[in-house]
């Protein structure tokens, strides 16, 4: 077993024995508000588990195709979230209570928005039919050790270890059961049914879900071993795929659309191997110098790899041609920041019509931008709306405490910069600034917020 995993074990156990897992009949499935407590730590354990993708053009865009589906289906008890997971691998799958998650590696390999659809509609479907609720609870016992350790093993099932999919032995940590948490052909078969029905409803394609399949059964692995988890987890693959063969009089040629090529590329671009994505769109743009994705995806990757100016003219292609598109704004915002023109940064930046819907990064690097050309006043501003609506954003707290320092508010400069070491848990520079902005500070009201901190403080230094 993974370290990582080890560690997540030990704390949703330790968690679930302070505070108490909800009390679970072991003849019905979990109830709905059970599935949805037990789904707040599942969520939790899997943000500390993987590299959840942050990006508001890839959240938005994911988010907005799996609630067009929900939004066909019978009234559901659950609000559904959809994220993107940072790992080259072909997987997807549905937590408690309607957290979907699909790997970047599986996004990467779909051909259109019909494919993706296919894949929410029948993770939607498992959510929707209580699968998952029903694998819980025919898999526990009441002991909260145990249900911690259900929460666990399905965070181990989902890392790819080799048992997922398959009988799962959590050991002497839960009580020694075994849980299978596949589903079943019955499973798989509803599941297949209900998002048919639903994806057409919708108004996307049934032959993406056969496509889909066969994009997954296709990939060519050199170990069984390492076959797609997804395939484990959702077994008769092969049978569904010859059911919906037959079933198909059809199969139109389906387009890719821009919206879902747009978050494609951006997918691969930013958060793929930097060198291989680097290494392809300069290819594509080489072929087709005027394909707006090949410019767009090629001007990312070179940024990212640290080429801001080289990045300009392909960002500025596609910006020209799409002067309406905000995340081209920030995008090419950021990079006009990076390559030291700030007043084009501030220009773009400044304008942009979802500055404070569109994610920390356009509000931080408009707030370096002002600060840059001296407009401190105007920085202190952006810092203070970026600390308030993204408080887990810890750089606004370092540059807001260096704009007020420069402002020569020195009270507000090291109480920010107390924070900002705080949250880095490096707690004797945060208590130097605390203090030094206790020596600053004359206002009473302020005074109390640092006091307030360095107890705080404290609490955070006597935490493991």
């Not at 599942?42 to 508001?56: E, K, R, S, T």
Request: charged residues 20%; contains cysteine; glycine residues 6%.
């Amino acid at each position: 077993m993974r370290p990582c995993f080890k560690k997540i074990i030990s704390i949703w156990i330790v968690a679930a024995l302070a505070t108490g897992w909800p009390s679970v009949s072991t003849v019905h499935a979990l109830s709905i508000k059970e599935e949805a407590e037990l789904a707040d730590a599942f969520l939790n354990a899997v943000h500390q588990a993987y590299d959840v993708i942050d990006d508001p053009m890839i959240n938005n865009y994911i988010n907005q195709v799996g609630r067009k589906i929900v939004s066909v289906f019978p009234t559901q008890p659950f609000q559904y979230r959809f994220y993107v997971i940072r790992q080259n691998a072909y997987n997807a799958f549905a937590g408690p209570a309607g957290n979907i998650f699909v790997f970047s590696g599986l996004f990467e390999a779909l051909d259109n928005e019909h494919e993706l659809a296919a894949l929410l509609a029948h993770e939607i479907a498992h959510v929707s039919s209580r699968h998952i609720a029903d694998l819980i609870a025919k898999s526990k016992k009441t002991s909260l050790a145990t249900m911690a350790g259900v929460v666990a093993g399905i965070l181990i099932g989902i890392g790819g270890a080799p048992t997922a999919g398959s009988a799962l032995t959590i050991g002497s940590m839960a009580a020694g059961q075994t849980m299978v948490l596949a589903y079943t052909r019955e499973n798989e078969m509803q599941a297949d049914q209900i998002s048919r029905t639903y994806l057409q409803k919708a108004g996307y394609e049934l032959s993406a879900m056969l496509s889909l399949l066969k994009k997954i059964r296709a990939v060519d692995w050199f170990d069984i071993n390492d076959i797609p988890t997804y395939l484990k987890t959702h077994p008769a693959t092969e049978d569904r795929i010859i059911y919906l063969d037959a079933a198909l009089e059809k199969k139109p040629k389906i387009e890719p659309e821009p919206d879902f090529l747009r978050v494609r590329t951006r997918l691969t671009a930013l958060y793929g191997d930097m060198n291989a994505a680097t290494r392809r769109f300069a290819s594509l743009v080489e072929r087709q110098p005027d394909n707006l994705t090949a410019n767009y995806g090629y001007g990312l990757a070179l940024a990212r790899s640290g080429n801001p100016r080289a990045a300009m003219p392909y960002l500025t292609k596609v910006f020209n041609a799409q002067p309406d598109d905000p995340y081209l704004k920030h995008d090419l915002g950021r990079i006009y920041f990076q390559a030291g023109d700030y007043e084009n940064a501030l220009a773009l930046l400044k304008t942009s019509p979802i500055l404070k819907e569109g994610g920390p990064e356009g509000l931080f690097f408009l707030g370096r931008s002002q600060m840059q050309l001296g407009h401190l006043q105007d920085a202190a501003d952006t810092f203070r709306i970026l600390i308030r609506d993204y408080p887990d954003y810890d750089e606004a707290l370092l540059f807001m405490g260096t704009t007020l320092g420069a402002m020569e508010n020195l009270g507000g400069a090291h109480y920010h910069l107390g924070r900002y070491y705080m949250k880095q848990r490096n707690y004797n520079t945060s208590a130097f600034h605390f203090k030094k902005a206790l020596e600053y500070e004359k206002d009473e009201d302020e005074r109390k917020k640092i006091d307030a901190e360095i107890e705080n403080l404290t609490t955070e230094e006597s935490k493991p």
